[in-house]
């Protein structure tokens, strides 16, 4: 053990000092690691890295394109504007293989069928890029990301770039997103409201690390198999999930309830300062981050920023307003639900919408009564 270490400390002192060729032998491996997924939101959709193994050598490392310093001044501001910058590393297998040990995710190995010199060329721009600028990227959660990073570096190096989405059919990148989230209902319910526009269009970049691994099982290189030998390496323990109330759409329509049953101005000043508030975030983050993913955010109008606006009406006790913006919502609300009943994740926001529709009808109709008569 203790000679494997210092072997690959020599190794990795060598390729980032000089940032020389290393040669590599007729015995090494290149191949694509995936790991599984997690209940965790920054495990929810896997991971991809590469491996470099030589038995005669000892060298046995991975290049991960996932790495970022929590550090980072201004990390969550950086992170929702879209210009957090990630980077490559390259460390030992063991450490990478006993991270997700911990954290019970599978971890799948695709070991790839190209020729020795395809292999140097591999390794040389993999520790090239661990040497220059090369290193950091801008994370974009669709365009740029582990998965992506590792496509583009494959297709670089082997002829007429061969790694690329197949059976493209008629899925959005929402309806490809839709079943990681099956099993946590807000989880799924937040990343349906998030995304905006961009992720109802057809899916037609590969970027999620299981969509790689299934898309390399059938990639064909020189007339053969890309991958030449698939692994697990760990298969995560499976855990049964009961049924939760707390993370289920009951309990959310339980929530709204308590608006719809308790009908005075109180509740509704609470329920519209809260989805208010959120239009109001989500509407300042299409305009300050960079991420395409959040742009156009059609889920304002049931999110309606405008809600602020006629609490401060309704704490006025100015009925003609009232009135006039509650009327104004609802045709908001009604354009909503035109363009959503074709939308998958219709049925998740259907209790805000019928909850919203209840509570302004209330108010149209309450203070229409409270209009004086014209005569």
């Known amino acids: 053990m203790q000679k494997k270490i210092f072997l690959l400390f020599n190794f990795l002192f060598i390729i ?6 290393y040669p590599i032998t007729e015995n090494t491996k290149i191949s694509v690691l995936t790991v599984g997924t997690s209940n965790e939101s920054h495990s929810l959709y896997g991971h991809t890295a590469l491996r470099i193994y030589d038995s005669k050598t000892n060298i046995d490392i991975v290049y991960n394109y996932g790495m970022f310093d929590f550090s980072t001044e201004n990390f969550m501001l950086k992170f929702v504007k879209g210009d957090l910058q990630y980077y490559a590393a390259a460390y030992a297998y063991q450490d990478f293989e006993y991270n997700y040990h911990e954290e019970n995710r599978s971890i799948y190995e ?6 020795l010199s395809e292999k140097q060329q591999l390794f040389d721009k993999l520790n090239t890029s ?4 090369d290193k950091f990227y801008t994370y974009k959660f669709i365009d740029r990301n582990c998965t992506t990073k590792v496509i583009d570096i494959l297709n670089e190096v082997l002829v007429n770039r061969p790694i690329v989405k197949k059976n493209i059919d008629n899925k959005t990148y929402r309806d490809v997103l839709f079943p ?10 937040g990343i349906s409201i998030i995304f905006g526009h961009k992720v109802d269009n057809q899916a037609t970049v590969l970027f999620l690390p299981l969509d790689l691994l299934e898309n390399l099982k059938t990639t064909t290189y020189n007339n053969q198999p890309l991958v030449s030998e698939i692994k697990t390496l760990f298969e995560a323990k499976k855990s049964i999930v009961g049924f939760s109330f707390l993370d289920s759409i ?8 308590l608006f719809v049953i308790f009908n005075n101005n109180r509740m509704n000043i609470v329920y519209l300062m809260i989805l208010g508030i959120i239009g109001w975030l989500f ?8 991420h395409k993913e959040v742009l156009w955010n059609y889920n304002i109008l049931l999110f309606n920023p405008l809600f602020l606006l006629l609490v401060f009406f309704i704490v006025r006790n100015n009925t003609k307003w009232i009135k006039n913006i509650s009327i104004l919502c609802l045709v908001f609300l ?7 009943t074709n939308k998958i994740h219709f049925t998740i926001v259907l209790p805000i919408i019928i909850t919203n529709v209840i509570i302004l009808l209330r108010l149209v109709l309450r203070h229409k009564k409270l209009l004086p008569s014209v005569k």
Do not use: D
């Open 110 to 115: 695709q070991v790839l069928n190209i020729s």
């Open 283 to 290: 509407s300042a983050i299409g305009l300050y981050s960079f």
């Open 334 to 340: 009604a354009i909503y639900i035109v363009y959503m």
């Open 16 to 21: 980032s000092s000089y940032s020389q060729t």
């Open 180 to 189: 990681y989230v099956s099993e946590q209902f807000y989880q799924k319910l």
């Open 250 to 257: 009951y309990s959310l329509i339980a929530f709204l309830m």
């Open 130 to 133: 661990l040497n220059s600028n």
